[in-house]
């Protein structure tokens, strides 16, 4: 029996990557799974990819998964200075970052905080286990005030929230999820993938070595008994006819750029993830409770990538001939004199 192919005929296997390496039961893996599943239904071409990490358990991850795909391997931190580049370079791509807590709020907070002033046209998923898990388990900067670790020591230091920050950077996708709901992780990669910016996904993701156990908040059961979704999500492609299955007034629908739409169905309470200051107060509230909050937190749609505000081309800049490239004498002399 052949396997199924997806709308450009490749199966589910052309989107895969090299056996992991991960601790088994690592988070990180249930990740990739989605990562995989998400380009598969959504019909990527791989070769229009480019998967970029920096360093640390999360940055192995782009090994995993599309092997047809170009890569790059940052130093610490520094992924979103390579996906800047990449997206000047060729915005054409569709970029997809993987990086850890420590890799975007210790060493590359810096980092990160431009990718998103920029708005840089990046899929950047953070997976978030409040510990260095590759180098025995420090705390990371999104570990809880007084948490403690695998070796019985406690965190002094106030936690950095992914989310909140996110937002009041300017961010114009920012999203939670937990990398044990493939379900909702894999809608909101295909989400973020149909956005056109800088989509930051906070994935809760437990280190099973050095950061799941009981009183830890990064933990599998913990996030499972705390977990407060803000919306049932649904999603559809742009290729796809909706199938309406929610009564009007029940569901928000988010109209993506690619012509995707981010179905929402209300829960528990009237959310809307288009307002600023209500996405910044669940995230207290939920703070103070010490829950999680899961699902789409915010979205605009009105601010332009980094290519578009920069004027860039519509063709990469690898296309263009050196005749295309180099000015003429008139154009050279012009610039010159705007530089006096």
């Known amino acids: 029996m052949s396997e199924l192919t997806n709308r450009i005929g490749l199966t589910r296997k052309d989107y895969t990557g090299f056996p992991s390496t991960m601790c ?20 990527l071409d791989p070769s229009k990819v480019t998967k970029l990490s920096g ?31 990449t997206e000047l370079a060729n915005h054409t791509l569709k970029l997809i970052g993987v990086s850890g807590d420590g890799d975007s709020t210790n060493i590359g907070i810096g980092q990160f905080v431009h990718a998103i002033r920029r708005n840089t046209n990046l899929v950047y998923i953070i997976e978030n286990n409040g510990t260095y898990g590759l180098t025995k388990g420090q705390f990371s900067a999104t570990a809880d005030y007084q948490a403690v670790d695998h070796y019985g020591d406690t965190n002094e230091y106030q936690p950095i929230d992914i989310v909140e920050l996110a937002i009041e950077l300017g961010a114009t996708f920012v999203a939670r999820s937990f990398s044990g709901d493939k379900q909702q992780l894999t809608t909101l990669i295909k989400a973020a993938i149909g956005h056109k910016g800088c989509a930051v996904l906070d994935v809760i993701s437990p280190c099973v070595t050095f950061n799941n156990h009981d009183t830890s908040t990064k933990s599998y059961a913990y996030v499972k008994e705390h977990d407060i979704p803000l919306q049932e999500l649904g999603f559809v492609p ?44 669940a995230l207290e ?14 979205y605009r749609k009105d601010v332009k990538p980094l290519h578009e505000l920069m004027n860039l081309p519509d063709r990469p800049f690898h296309e263009f001939t050196e005749t295309e490239l180099r000015p003429t004498r008139a154009q050279f002399e012009e610039f010159i004199k705007e530089l006096k």
């Open 285 to 298: 509230k939920s703070f103070k409770e010490k829950s999680i909050l899961t699902g789409l937190v915010y």
């Open 238 to 281: 742009s290729f796809e006819e909706i199938a309406v299955d929610y009564k009007p007034g029940e569901a928000k629908e988010v109209a993506l750029h690619d012509g995707s739409r981010l179905i929402l169905k209300k829960l528990k309470e009237d959310y809307d993830p288009t307002d600023r200051m209500t996405a910044l107060v």
């Open 55 to 85: 360093i640390g358990c999360s940055s192995k991850t782009p090994t995993y998964f599309l092997n047809r795909s170009f890569g790059f391997n940052a130093v610490h931190g520094r992924m979103p200075s390579i996906a800047t580049g």
């Open 24 to 43: 088994k039961g690592c988070g990180h893996d249930s990740v990739t799974s989605c990562i995989i599943a998400a380009c598969y239904e959504l019909g």
